[in-house]
């Protein structure tokens, strides 16, 4: 049986930059251990001598030509910042 | 006949052949949103103005090929609806997600250009579980869409919304997207066809990723027939998706004919065991003899690994939205929170308050299998996992050339049952998920209903790239069943 | 009593490559656009964008690999490195973990004491650079730019074989010397387009195992490394004297304070959950492509060299200095084309542009002057149309503004006069002006016509021969 602390919780959150309440972080803990739980199901089979398959399809080598093909569409891509200033985005102080 | 009793190609035949207008059958289609969706919520954005102008320059088109009707595309003319997670510039697209609440898209998904190219005319975009994580359509931001047959059960998901427009002739047909079912439970709830053709068949450029290597767009439709006309149109290689195959595609519509004679088709016993509901079991068997009838030569056999495509795919499926989420993030477009102290305190913010329960719950079980110390143990056993399975998948396709097997272990369940135990819920996408995980293309297609006449669908299964082999095979099933 | 310590340096080197576009998309890469408007939506992170690697990146980080002696990874993928920050628009960066395309490489440098020394190359990964921040006081935010999103980068990976901060320097200037003949990147540190972190660590002399070491950031030329490397040695040191240990951190160096501090909080945790980006398909490198790489390599460094000396009648030390940078050499060699003179090629380079760029702080690449207008000037010094003083000074405008010698010449009447009517009667002026270096001439004192000399030039306005001055000023004394 796995067992989420609440350290393991706080960590998570830090890397997902998700902020629970302390009633979510319990459910979150109770949910994560169920599924970690059933997810080491995938300890049984033997996989000793087996490729990890990250992709599906044998396409290989797909490349673009090194050309310019874009041209500014910065006043439309903007548009959807929720705050913009001097065709940048507005972001709090980072340092 | 009512307008919207056509098919997609029917309608666009009527309207080659004069007898119907573009804007006239736009026009009904949205009259029957108006007076119909608020019952079923199964659009987010309806893009009134925008189809009505698009049916106007269609119909100049059209006089313009007056007498050459015949190099139109066979879906000339017809309104498509448009799941809320593929891009349309300048349309609202929200993920039915709060994070995406505002976002308008700057550009055009390529499945999108290239169904406007062919002449349809975009409706609006359909509702779905928040970024396509669930299988109810229960998870959106916008409210809960309910399946058309009994509008307390739930559509299915996460293409719900599009399974429930066609099922309710508000669209003709649409698009949705699978990345462990999502358009085949939905399909097989609502008792409509949907294909979910094999990974890289379709684009997925403009289509806002959840799992990756999973995802892909698929047609949905009133039939099998609409269904391949639709994929004939949105299919083939995209320089803009990396992972679209450069292969010649042919004409899936051409693979439309009465014929199963010979055609091996394998049932692993494996999808027959505890947990199927025993009316969708007796169906789906039926739904076999119905094809062996026609020529198929039908066989039992085991499949191997079945249980462990679940925690593979909840693993993978996880892992990669827990990245792809991450751009989320309140700076470059949709929703931020209004108070916050400092950068990292509005990431977070932005995000609890953005994304729903069910897209958190995944975000945070992603991060972890991906974290220091768990990526072996988690993450890449997933994938050797996933190894083996489509290794599985790989011998059965040796010795047959159709799986067969249900879509979902029961049919639609009520609204609000589903989503108090997470895991059984991801237990109902046991069916489907395989061929995500393997990228083989899977159709689903009405074959019965249960007690109440709730639809249940018949999921058949193809080798790689084979989606004509599935669409012949559902196509005479669809035939002798009328 | 202090032990003696040994400084341990392994450096990541950041290189921005040459190519027109971005890694991913079909931005253009070039400088100087107005914030975002070379931006697009792979490259701003909108949802449902994907990325398509551009060949040429590949290409260059291949023919990089392989003039470090690199080993190439013919089975290569990309990864993700998760992390939130406001200059990467994605919240990951996608990169090579796991297998990076170049592996087991070396470079070989020269030492302070004249030895040569090989540093070993660990890998060499491709990757995508970040946006830039800009910090607003008066608003009190940070403003966003993603032009620079998405330019391509190599990240070169040493193994912690150098000692001394000039071994770090002469490491560098090695790896810019070779990437800039490859024309792979121009490696110009203070613009950002070669950047180093440097992870040092020290230990007693004669130990075996490594100390702890710490990843230096922020380090935009060979004087802040040079500093950072000293300042965190002795840092270390203190440390480790006083009885206290070195955590394994990050550091910022501020080199107008020169000080570092650490550069993480609490909110970054270092844990990137690094996996194989599932929107890139697998690269495989074939032999077909090797061989175009290897095919298609212009000449190195020391062929260079060796041409020079067989071709060209100039000093090896000359040599040196030319073939050091490529854009110097490259204009050596485009203006010894035109005017067939390469001695007097070589000989304003070492002189004139040298002493102009020290001056003015100009690196080769952002020199003005085109090699044909240098060429021209030269030729009309041979031709002796004017004198080599005159070249001299048009020269220090060309340097600052390009422009056509002949024509300025021309234009402002420069030409020195060959008309011996005129210059007889402006030396006779001369000679009557001063009678007193005339007598001393007589007398003897043979210097005194140097005087002459410079007053004639000056009331010829610089437009005589000093030769032809010099010797008709002999004359008329005898």
């Known amino acids: 049986m796995n067992k989420i602390t609440d350290e393991t919780i706080e960590y998570v959150g830090i890397l997902a930059k998700l902020e629970l309440t302390d009633e979510e972080k319990e459910k979150a803990k109770k949910d994560m251990e169920q599924m970690l739980d059933y997810i080491d199901k995938l300890g049984e089979p033997d996989t000793e001598n087996v490729t990890p398959l990250s992709h599906v399809l044998p396409v290989k080598n797909a490349f673009r030509e090194d050309e310019v093909t874009n041209s500014d569409d910065s006043a439309n891509i903007l548009k959807n910042a929720p705050e913009e200033q001097d065709n940048m985005f507005v972001v709090p102080q980072t340092f | 006949m009512s307008i919207l009793d056509y098919s997609a190609l029917e309608l666009s035949k009527e309207i080659k052949a004069g007898n119907i207008g573009v804007a006239e059958a736009t026009k009904a289609v949205l009259d029957h949103i108006n007076n119909t969706d608020k019952n079923i919520n199964a659009f987010i954005t309806v893009a009134d103005e925008r189809a009505l102008q698009k049916a106007e320059s269609l119909q100049k088109q059209l006089a313009e090929y ?30 039915a997600s709060k994070i995406l609440g505002n976002f308008v898209p700057t550009y055009d998904a390529t499945v999108v250009s290239r169904l406007e190219s062919a002449g349809a005319v975009i409706i609006g975009k359909t509702n779905m579980d928040e970024f396509a994580m669930g299988s109810t359509s229960e998870t959106s931001a916008f409210g809960i869409t309910k399946n058309p047959a009994d509008t307390d059960c739930v559509p299915g998901g996460s293409s719900g919304g599009s399974a429930a427009a066609i099922a309710s002739g508000m669209a003709y047909g649409a698009l949705g997207s699978d990345t462990g079912g999502s358009i085949r439970q939905p399909a097989s709830y609502c008792g409509v066809v949907g294909l979910k053709p094999t990974y890289g068949r379709v684009s997925r450029y403009g289509l806002i990723a959840y799992g990756s290597s999973l995802d892909q767009i698929g047609p949905m439709g009133k039939n099998v027939e609409d269904v391949a006309a639709i994929l004939d149109i949105i299919a083939g290689h995209d320089k803009n998706d990396a992972t679209s195959a450069d292969l010649e595609g042919g004409c899936f519509a051409d693979a439309c004919v009465e014929d199963v004679k010979g055609l091996k088709i394998g049932i692993p016993k494996g999808y027959f065991a505890e947990g199927l509901d025993g009316k969708v079991k007796e169906t789906v068997l039926a739904a076999a003899k119905t094809l062996e009838e026609k020529g198929a030569i039908i066989e039992e056999f085991d499949l191997g690994f079945e249980e462990y495509a679940i925690p ?64 072996d ?106 | 009593m202090s032990k003696e310590y040994e400084t341990v340096i392994g450096l990541e080197v950041h290189v921005e490559l040459a190519t027109k576009t971005k890694i991913f998309c079909g931005c253009s890469t070039a400088f100087g ?9 792979v490259c701003t992170g909108m949802p449902g964008s994907l990325p398509v690697l551009n060949k040429q990146v590949l290409k260059y980080a291949i023919a990089v690999g392989l003039a470090t002696n690199c080993e190439i990874t013919r089975f290569s993928q990309f990864d993700r490195k998760n992390y939130f920050y406001p200059d990467n628009p994605q919240n990951y960066q996608i990169s090579q973990l796991y297998m990076p395309i170049c592996r087991d490489g070396h470079v070989e440098i020269e030492n302070e004491a004249g030895e040569t020394k090989k540093v070993r190359i660990h890998e060499i990964h491709m990757e995508e650079d970040a946006g830039k921040l800009t910090h607003d006081d008066f608003y009190d935010c940070t403003l966003v730019d993603y032009n620079r999103s998405g330019v391509p980068l190599i990240e070169i990976v040493s193994e912690p074989d150098m000692r001394s901060a000039e071994e770090v320097i002469s490491y560098l200037e090695t790896l810019r010397t070779t990437i800039s003949y490859l024309g792979a990147s121009d490696c110009k540190l203070n613009e950002g387009s070669m950047r180093a972190d440097v992870n040092i660590s020290v230990r007693p002399v004669g130990e075996k195992a490594f100390g702890t070491r710490t990843e230096m950031k922020n380090l935009n030329s060979f004087r802040a490394i040079t500093h950072a490397i000293e300042g965190e040695r002795a840092r270390q040191i203190d440390l480790l004297e006083s009885g206290e240990k070195v955590v394994q951190e990050t550091r910022r160096w501020d080199d107008i304070k020169g000080e570092s501090y650490p550069m993480r909080s609490k909110e970054d945790a270092q844990d990137y959950r690094y996996f194989p980006d599932p929107d890139l398909p697998p690269i495989e490198v074939s032999d077909e492509l090797l061989e175009e790489i290897r095919a298609a390599k212009p000449e190195m460094r020391p062929e260079k ?39 007097k090629v070589s000989n304003w380079i070492m002189g004139e542009i040298l002493r102009l760029m020290k001056e003015t702080e100009t690196d080769p690449e952002n020199l003005v002057f085109s090699p044909e207008n240098l060429a021209k000037l030269i030729l009309l010094v041979e031709q002796k149309v004017i004198n080599n003083n005159m070249a001299k000074s048009i020269f220090e405008k060309m340097f600052s503004e390009d422009f056509d010698p002949e024509k300025y010449v021309e234009e402002h009447g420069l030409k020195t006069v060959a008309d011996d009517g005129a210059l007889r009667k402006c030396i006779e002026q001369v000679l009557i002006d001063n009678p007193k270096s005339v007598e001393d001439f007589k007398a003897g004192k043979d210097k005194a016509i140097g005087f002459l000399v410079g007053q004639t030039m000056k009331a010829m306005k610089g437009k005589a021969d000093p030769s032809a001055v010099n010797e008709m000023l002999r004359e008329l004394m005898k």
């Open chain 3, 33 to 41: 656009g107005e914030p975002n408007t070379h931006t697009c939506p």
């Open chain 2, 312 to 375: 593979a795919y909840y693993t993978i499926a996880s892992a990669e939205a827990s990245s792809n989420l991450e751009r989320f993030d309140g700076i470059k477009y949709g929703y931020r929170t209004k108070e916050f102290n400092g950068l990292h305190n509005m990431y977070k913010k932005t995000r609890s308050e953005g994304f729903g329960p069910e897209v958190k719950r995944r975000i945070m079980l992603g991060s972890f299998v991906l974290s220091s110390g768990y990526y």
């Open chain 3, 305 to 343: 060299m060796k041409r020079y000396k067989d071709e060209y009648d100039i000093p090896e030390y000359d040599i040196g200095i030319i073939t050091s940078n490529k854009h110097l050499a490259d204009l050596f060699e485009e203006t010894t084309d035109v005017c067939k003179q390469p001695k």
């Open chain 2, 377 to 482: 143990a988690y993450y890449l056993k997933a994938l050797k996992v996933r190894a083996l399975i489509k290794e599985a998948f790989d011998r059965a396709f040796e010795k047959y050339d159709v799986i067969l097997g249900p879509v979902a272990p029961t049919t639609a369940p009520k609204i609000g049952t589903s989503l108090t135990d997470p895991l059984k819920m991801y237990l109902g996408d046991i069916y489907t998920i395989s061929a995500n995980l393997c990228g083989i293309p899977a159709i689903s297609v009405p074959c019965g209903s249960d007690d109440s006449g709730m639809p249940i669908g018949l999921q058949l299964m193809g080798k790689m790239f084979d989606e004509k082999t599935l669409i012949r095979t559902a196509y005479t099933f669809e035939k002798a069943r009328v």
């Open chain 2, 66 to 95: 007056r007498g050459k009707e015949a190099e139109l595309s066979p879906l000339f003319g017809v309104p498509f609806a448009v799941k809320d997670n593929i891009c349309v510039k300048n349309m609202r697209t929200t993920c």
